[in-house]
């Protein structure tokens, strides 16, 4: 699987060759040579492989390993482009840069360590290209791309979709496999594609509309401008990228069904119809609170809606011309902050690109707690949580509170470490909360103007892009990723031990 | 009788009685909170009379009214048995009648003609939050013995909520604070609970108060401290003395029996030390302590054993909620405003007098994450929680998983009705989590402690819905609430009425 993967990666990267050949060739070489690198290096893997036991483990260790690896080999154009090397900085800070920008395309966090000091906008249009498809890639899932084309993998396929996919499992849209997940890959597509053509409709150009599709379906948040969507300061370019976003923070099931049906499916979906409102509801307070301290009412609204939807589909655009301007949450009053970090936590609708805890794990936590409450009132009444017209089995309320208290103590170990390294507080715990859950930008020294550079160290990059990855995989892939390898090794120590007794 | 569930008085012999369940809740409780500051009034009206008397009449004449009025009226409330939700109610409103009552006690006898400063100060001693605004540099030694006792009331009627309310209203089926078992093997029934408690509350603050007379600090302040300390209310006059290694090391003595169980100090003072130290959540207690500490002292960057037990002594009155107001380390880490942050969020052991979440139940959540990666990798197994020797039921565990959800979502709200108000994000959240977990003091990224006379009157009343439902372990509280909500919905749907009076009275 790793080996398709990667061979998925060196293709990405030949398109992005090709679009350097538009640019004056400035990346060209580099480019080209990483697409070589990386097809042998996929053909080496395609080939020397083969797929053994499916088990749970084994899955785990498949998935985390190809992210691993897909990551590790998104640097290699980077590196050969020179994108991070400045004066001033050693190797092993622009090999954790390049780690970080190649984990945060992947992930579709949109977090970036370009900044003041480098420059989007001095960089080609082909690494910058690169930069934007490695999000397109990692937000429907490089697994799902991977199951889609190889049939060999046959029922563990849908296991290995669901350790990649966002939420509490990936429901079939078709009797095969390869077919749900090549339907995704459709739906993903095609959103891309209207996303591109309305984006070049209100004013983008041809390349800039491309390298935005890409990061908007897969509300990834990597821009080819400095200032992001602020670039433009066009309010029909920010209502396309709040569409776009908003639509891809839903469940692809349901666009599947809709499209299916011929008719729209969504309004029966309970987490489709709170995530609306949730996302309304914050629009509205965050409006109200921007008016209160000052904006005019159409700025207010403006960016409070942007802020919102961007935040809570973990898209990561920023709209603000620069630092302290109106669309700078990070310099919005306190009680915007804390709003928006809610959006941050929060997320998106399970089954879509979109990261964060997710509105479905919200939803079921208030209806679980309203059902305990009830029955502490009355104890022999039989009272289920419900969620629209289901019942919430008690596994799923067990898996979504095992699910919740993982990311806590992920949040608390990470925001300690940070500290610990430097960063403020604020700073620290937004990035945690902004890289488990994929989201791109934070509040504080990390705000949508600013870079990850200024506000993290370099060990303290690498602990984020680490939560990057295990944010991605929802956290249980990653963190059991190395079960099946501590199994072999003690599995292997054991022969070893029994040969030497028998010796 | 169609009205039966409204009816206020039903003649009962000779007597006539509030018979509604939940007026005959509300009135027993709020009776009880009443009396409770009455004699709390007579015993520091009596004080007083050490230092220039000047309150004692004051205090006498209120505290004497309102306990004979309350003695009074105790007889038309009717003796029947309150179920869960109106037991729980009665608690409720006996913690708000005594913080109502003794806020007119602030109100007319010092300098402070505000309500809601007076109100806000009443709340903090009931609920054993560090916290004051108003300056009692100039009161007599009644007011400042008052304002201290207060908070045992308000820590002891936690106490006897968790050990006596909770387990005994959910005989059936469920316990809301761990080691329902436990706990009544220990206290089969209230009265000796009650005395037993008692007892360990008076030995405790007696055997702190002559220890601490070794050190610079007179009989009168001496008392002060220990019952700030072992009621972790951290209230003081002065924090002069907090400078004193010795007084640190008392107090920090103070803390830790403070925030251990009671059923681990009891099976202590009764001899079964071994049962009592195979506690593991008394072992992840010290553990805790250690770890704090440690680390404190590491990112103080001072060295010396001076600095040494001021860690200890600032991690000890953040870990059992306490809240000593001691100035900042010289190196104020955001490492250390994050940590302290999450010691006064964990708290103490679970049945001990602190605040907080509480160890137990923060063990219950991470055995809960370790089964779910268990589960990830054997998605059919079937895996128990296991804490120390004892395995915990579902219930329980769906119940703390809730009172993390809860616990959240008061401190989200709390923060975002002080931010709205002009606070910063950080001073926002700190405040809230120090308010739910009934800590103090409040303090800024770089450890300066802000006064929270330094809030707007809104920002102050903001903070006292956490207070006093972290201080009653939240659940009674969301419980009342919906209890009286769903009696008025019932009060104002006539064909409800109707119906339930005709179940309850079938001629």
């Given at each position: ?11 990405g ?35 020397s ?33 020179g ?13 954790v ?10 992930t579709?966090?949109?977090?970036t360590?370009?900044?003041?000091h ?20 990692g ?16 029922a563990?396929?849908l ?32 959103l ?21 599709a ?19 300061n066009?309010?029909?370019?920010e209502?396309?990228v ?6 891809s ?35 509205l307070?965050?409006?109200l609170?921007?008016i209160k ?7 207010a ?13 973990s ?17 919005w ?21 979109s ?33 629209g ?39 620290s715990l937004?990035?945690?909360f902004?890289?488990?859950?994929n ?26 892009l ?9 956290i249980?892939?990653?963190l ?24 | ?40 009034a007579i ?8 230092d ?22 105790t007889?038309?409330?009717?003796e ?21 009552c003794?806020?007119f ?24 939050t ?15 013995f ?21 387990p ?42 002559l ?8 009989f ?5 401290l220990?019952i ?5 209310g ?12 010795s007084v ?5 003595a ?38 704090a ?19 200890l ?19 104020w880490s ?16 679970s049945?001990?007098?602190g605040?907080g ?7 219950i ?24 020797d ?11 998983v ?17 931010t ?33 006379s330094?809030?707007s ?15 009653l372990?939240?659940?009674?509280v969301?419980?009342?609430?919906g209890?009286?909500?769903s009696?008025?919905r ?11 009076a ?6």
């Amino acid at each position: 699987m790793t080996g398709i993967a990667l061979l998925f990666v060196s293709a990405g990267i030949a398109v992005s060759t090709l679009v350097s050949l538009f640019d004056k060739r400035v990346d060209f070489i580099a480019l080209l040579t990483a697409t070589v690198v990386i097809g042998l290096l996929g053909a080496f893997f395609f080939t020397s492989t083969k797929l053994g036991k499916t088990d749970q483990a084994s899955i785990f260790t498949a998935v985390g390993t190809t992210w691993l690896l897909v990551s590790l080999v998104g640097t290699i154009p980077y590196l050969l482009a020179g994108t991070f090397t400045r004066a001033g900085i050693g190797i092993p800070e622009v090999l954790v840069d390049s780690l970080f920008e190649s984990v945060s395309g992947f992930t579709a966090s949109g977090s970036t360590v370009f900044g003041l000091h480098n420059t989007i906008e001095s960089q080609g249009s082909g690494i910058l290209f690169y930069r934007q498809l490695t999000q397109w890639m990692g937000g429907m899932g490089i697994v799902v791309l991977v199951v889609s084309v190889l049939p060999s993998l046959r029922a563990s396929g849908l296991g290995l979709i669901d350790a990649e996919a966002p939420g509490a499992g990936v429901e079939r849209i078709a009797p095969r496999v390869v077919e749900t997940a090549k339907k995704f890959w459709y739906i993903y597509a095609s959103l891309t594609l209207l996303i591109a053509l309305a984006l070049f409709i209100s004013g983008m150009g041809v390349f800039d509309a491309v390298s935005h599709a890409l990061t908007t379906a897969s509300t990834g948040g990597f821009s080819t401008k400095d200032s992001s969507i602020g670039y433009w300061n066009s309010g029909a370019i920010e209502i396309v990228v709040m569409f776009g976003f908003l639509i891809s923070a839903i469940n692809y099931t349901l666009h599947a069904r809709s499209l299916e049906k011929k008719r729209l499916d969504h309004a029966s979906d309970p987490e489709f119809k709170s995530f609306v409102g949730v996302v309304a509801t914050g629009i509205l307070f965050i409006t109200l609170l921007l008016i209160k301290d000052g904006f005019s009412v159409g700025t207010a609204l403006r960016n409070a809606s942007f802020n919102v939807v961007t935040l809570a589909t973990s898209g990561g655009y920023g709209n603000a011309l620069g630092r302290g301007e109106a669309g700078d949450f990070a310099s919005w009053s306190g009680s915007t902050q804390l709003l928006l970090l809610f959006f941050i936590i929060f997320g998106g609708c399970t089954g879509s690109t979109s990261g964060g805890v997710k509105i479905m794990r919200l939803r079921i936590g208030l209806a679980h707690s309203y059902r305990i409450l009830r029955s502490i009132r009355r104890p022999r009444a039989l009272i289920q949580a419900r969620m629209g017209n289901r019942t919430i089995p008690d596994s799923l309320v067990e898996r979504v509170a095992g699910f919740v208290i993982v990311y806590g103590v992920l949040v608390i170990i990470g925001t300690l470490i940070l500290t610990a390294l430097g960063t403020d507080l604020i700073t620290s715990l937004s990035g945690t909360f902004s890289t488990l859950g994929n989201m791109g930008p934070g509040l504080g020294e990390i705000g949508p103007t600013s870079s990850f550079v200024d506000g993290f160290s370099a060990p303290g990059r690498l602990l984020l892009l680490l939560f990057m990855l295990i944010g991605r995989l929802e956290i249980f892939p990653m963190l059991l990723m190395f079960v099946v390898p501590y199994r072999n090794s003690v599995k292997n120590i054991r022969n070893i031990k029994r040969d030497t007794r028998d010796l | 009788m169609i009205f039966s569930r409204l009816s206020v008085r039903v003649n009962s012999g000779s007597v006539t009685t509030v018979n509604s369940p939940v007026l005959v809740a509300l009135s027993r409780g709020a009776l009880v909170g009443i009396f409770a500051v009455g004699l709390l009034a007579i015993i520091s009206g009596l004080l007083d009379l050490s230092d220039s008397g000047n309150d004692t009449p004051s205090f006498l004449i209120f505290g004497t009214l309102i306990t004979i009025c309350c003695a009074y009226l105790t007889r038309y409330v009717s003796e029947k048995k309150l179920n869960r939700s109106e037991s729980f109610l009665a608690v409720t409103s006996g913690f708000l009648s005594s913080i109502l009552c003794s806020s007119f006690i602030y109100l007319f006898m010092t300098d402070e003609k505000n309500f809601a400063n007076a109100l806000f100060e009443s709340t903090a001693a009931f609920t054993t939050t560090s916290l004051t605004v108003i300056d009692f540099g100039m009161s007599g030694n009644g007011l400042i013995f008052y304002r201290t006792a207060s908070q045992l009331f308000g820590s002891f009627a936690a106490i006897l909520l968790a050990v006596m309310v909770l387990p005994i209203a959910d005989n059936n089926s469920r316990s809301l604070t761990s080691g329902r078992h436990a706990t009544q093997e220990t206290f089969p029934d209230r009265r000796k609970a009650l005395k037993s408690i008692a007892s360990i509350y008076l030995v405790s603050i007696v055997l702190l108060t002559l220890t601490l007379l070794t050190t610079p600090v007179d009989f009168f302040e001496a008392l002060l401290l220990s019952i700030s300390s072992i009621s972790t209310g951290g209230f003081s006059i002065s924090s002069e003395h907090f400078g004193n290694s010795s007084v640190q090391l008392l107090l920090s003595a103070g803390m830790i029996t403070t925030g251990m169980s009671i059923l681990v100090i009891w099976r202590l003072v009764s001899g079964k030390i071994y049962s009592a130290i195979r506690s593991s959540e008394l072992h992840a207690y010290f553990l805790l302590i250690v770890v704090a500490s440690l680390l404190l002292f590491l990112w103080s960057d001072e060295g010396g054993t001076s600095s040494l037990s001021s860690s200890l002594f600032i991690a000890l009155a953040s870990i059992s909620t306490t809240g000593f107001h001691i100035p900042p380390f010289g190196n104020w880490s955001e490492a250390t405003a994050f940590l302290l942050l999450f010691l006064v969020t964990v708290g103490p052991m679970s049945l001990s007098n602190g605040g907080g979440f509480q160890i137990h139940r923060l063990r219950i959540l991470i055995a809960v994450s370790f089964r779910e990666l268990v589960r990830q990798l054997h998605p059919r197994a079937v895996v128990k929680i296991i804490i120390g020797d004892e395995s915990i039921k579902e219930e329980r565990v769906r119940e703390v998983v809730v009172f993390q959800f809860l616990f959240t979502s008061v401190i989200f709200l709390t923060a975002i009705a002080l931010t709205i108000s002009g606070m910063s994000m950080y001073e926002g959240v700190s405040s809230s989590i120090t308010a739910i977990s009934t800590a103090g003091p409040i303090r800024n990224a770089e450890g300066v402690i802000i006064e929270v006379s330094s809030f707007s009157v809104g920002e102050r009343l903001a903070l006292l819905p956490a207070m006093i439902s972290g201080r009653l372990y939240l659940i009674p509280v969301l419980i009342s609430i919906g209890y009286l909500l769903s009696e008025a919905r019932t009060f104002l749907r006539p064909r409800r009425r109707l119906l339930q009076a005709m179940r309850s009275d079938p001629r």
